[in-house]
C-alpha cells in the first residue's frame, strides 16, 4: 500500500492443477481491499505578547512591540512539504518546513514581531489572522486560518482571530495658574513648565515625553 494510494485494491487468483491427465483451472477470484484515504489537513495556532520595551510602564506606546508565535501540526495521514506561514499583518520569519509528518506539530521555526503604530493605540488592540500553507504528495496545495491560543479570545470557534489588548496611558492635565508671575506681553518673559502638575499614568512625566499643542 503506497502513501498516495486513491482508490481501492483489487486482488484477482486463479488455481490450477490436474485432474487424472486433464488441466483443470479455476475461475478467477476478486477481492477488493477498500482504501479509505483522510483528505491532507493543517492546523495553525496563533499567539502573541505585547512587550512593554521602551518605556516599561505598563502602557502601550508607538514604537514598541507584539510578538507572535505560531504552532503548525499536520493533522492528516500523509506527509506534508514546503510548509509556510504568510500574515498579512507583519513579515513572519523561518521556514520553509521541508517536511511535516503525520501528526507532528512545529512551535520553534516560525516568528514574527509586529511595531505598534498611533491607529492600534487608538484602537486598543491589535486584531489579525495568519494562513499556513502545504504540498501534500499529490495534488494542489492546502491552506489553514490560525486559530488563537490566546486565552482572551480563544472562543473555541475554526479560524478565530488573534487579538492582541493594549493599554493605554492615560494623562491627566491639570490647569495651571501663574498669576503669582504674569507674563507681560510688550516685555516678554517666560513660565515654567505647564506640565509640572499634570500625569502620566498617574505619576510625573518628563515634558519630552509628550507632544503639546495649542488649542485654543
Known amino acids: 500500500l503506497v502513501q498516495n494510494a486513491v482508490a481501492d485494491i483489487l486482488n484477482g487468483a486463479t488455481a490450477s492443477g490436474t485432474y487424472g491427465a486433464a488441466p483443470v483451472i479455476s475461475g478467477n477470484s476478486l477481492v477488493s481491499i477498500p482504501v479509505t484515504m483522510a483528505a491532507p489537513t493543517l ?13 516599561a ?12 508565535s505560531f504552532s503548525v501540526r499536520n493533522t492528516g495521514s500523509v506527509t506534508l512539504t514546503n510548509v509556510t506561514i504568510a500574515d498579512p499583518a507583519v513579515a513572519v520569519a523561518g521556514g520553509p518546513i521541508a517536511s511535516l509528518a503525520p501528526t507532528v506539530a512545529d ?3 516560525f516568528t514574527a514581531t509586529y511595531t505598534l503604530v498611533a491607529a492600534d493605540l487608538i484602537a486598543g488592540s491589535v486584531t489579525n489572522s495568519a494562513v499556513a500553507s502545504a504540498f501534500p504528495p499529490s495534488g494542489p496545495a492546502i491552506t489553514d486560518v490560525s486559530d488563537s491560543q490566546n486565552p482572551g479570545d480563544d472562543t473555541g470557534a475554526d479560524d478565530d482571530v488573534t487579538v492582541t489588548s493594549l493599554v493605554t496611558a492615560s494623562m491627566a492635565a491639570n490647569d495651571d495658574d501663574f498669576s503669582a508671575a504674569p507674563v507681560n506681553g510688550l516685555a516678554g518673559g517666560g513660565t515654567a513648565t505647564v506640565f509640572a502638575n499634570d500625569t502620566l499614568n498617574g505619576l510625573p512625566f518628563a515634558p519630552a515625553a509628550v507632544t503639546a499643542s495649542i488649542i485654543a
Do not use: H, R
Open 57 to 68: 510602564d505598563g502602557s502601550a506606546q508607538v514604537g514598541e512591540t507584539i510578538s507572535y
Open 43 to 55: 492546523e495553525l495556532l496563533k499567539s502573541s505578547t505585547f512587550n512593554d520595551d521602551l518605556v
Open 107 to 109: 512551535t520553534t521555526t
